[in-house]
T-cell receptor, first 118, second 113 residues
Framework: AQTVTQSQPEMSVQEAETVTLSCTYD???????LFWYKQPPSRQMILVIR????KQQNATENRFSVNFQKAAKSFSLKISDSQLGDTAMYFC???????????????WGAGTKLIIKP | NAGVTQTPKFQVLKTGQSMTLQCAQD?????MSWYRQDPGMGLRLIHY???????DQGEVPNGYNVSRSTTEDFPLRLLSAAPSQTSVYFC????????????FGDGTRLSIL
């Protein structure tokens, strides 16, 4: 069974600093998807970034980028020039490739609480 | 754009009561799902649907029922509420599956006394 581990329950950094959140996963699959979702205090879950395992290039969305290390089964999220609005819970999630398995389920990590200090 | 709408936002129930959490989306998404979120844990999938008339169980389906009679609506029914079902419940939708960006509702905080 697949598992997703986020080893940092909580982190805090100063505004404008760069922060990296860790995520590791366990799978025997070769083709899959990885996600980072953000949950601000307002509670609504928002997709930050998405990576397809077959793509070598790391995904990037503005200040958010990932370091995808397939062999190490690692999928860390880097936030550059952090802002107060980045304060949130961040969840890493995994899903097997749709074509290989009709079981449409995401496996979620426990989350990392990120606090950006002014 | 309403997106995904969940009602109610808060609910308190007594053990043994039943209730339905409502979820509606106006984006013509085929895939809809229900999660529960408990402290210190990731989201856990309760049930999901890949289209009208099609539902399937997720990781923690016991004690919950769903139906999908229309593309827009995906209600979650608690059959006989238990304290272990105290949680925050989220409904989510995406165009074809969770491999695509999911849109989440604001959640329902449910307390079972």
């Amino acid at each position: 069974a697949q598992t997703v581990t986020q080893s940092q329950p909580e982190m805090s950094v100063q505004e404008a600093e760069t922060v990296t959140l860790s995520c590791t996963y366990d799978t025997s699959e070769s083709n899959y998807y990885l996600f980072w979702y953000k949950q601000p205090p307002s509670r609504q879950m928002i997709l930050v970034i998405r990576q397809e395992a077959y793509k070598q290039q790391n995904a990037t969305e503005n200040r958010f980028s990932v370091n995808f290390q397939k062999a190490a089964k690692s999928f860390s999220l880097k936030i550059s020039d952090s802002q107060l609005g980045d304060t949130a819970m961040y969840f890493c999630a995994f899903m097997k490739h749709v074509l290989e398995d009709s079981n449409y389920q995401l496996i979620w990590g426990a989350g990392t609480k990120l606090i950006i200090k002014p | 754009n309403a997106g995904v709408t969940q009602t109610p936002k808060f609910q308190v129930l007594k053990t043994g009561q039943s209730m339905t959490l409502q979820c509606a989306q106006d984006m013509n998404h085929e895939y809809m799902s229900w999660y529960r979120q408990d402290p210190g844990m990731g989201l856990r999938l309760i049930h999901y649907s890949v289209g009208a008339g099609i539902t399937d169980q997720g990781e923690v389906p016991n004690g919950y029922n769903v139906s999908r009679s229309t593309t827009e609506d995906f209600p979650l029914r608690l059959l006989s509420a238990a304290p272990s079902q105290t949680s925050v419940y989220f409904c989510a939708s995406s165009y074809a599956g969770p491999h695509q960006p999911q849109h989440f509702g604001d959640g329902t905080r449910l307390s079972i006394l």
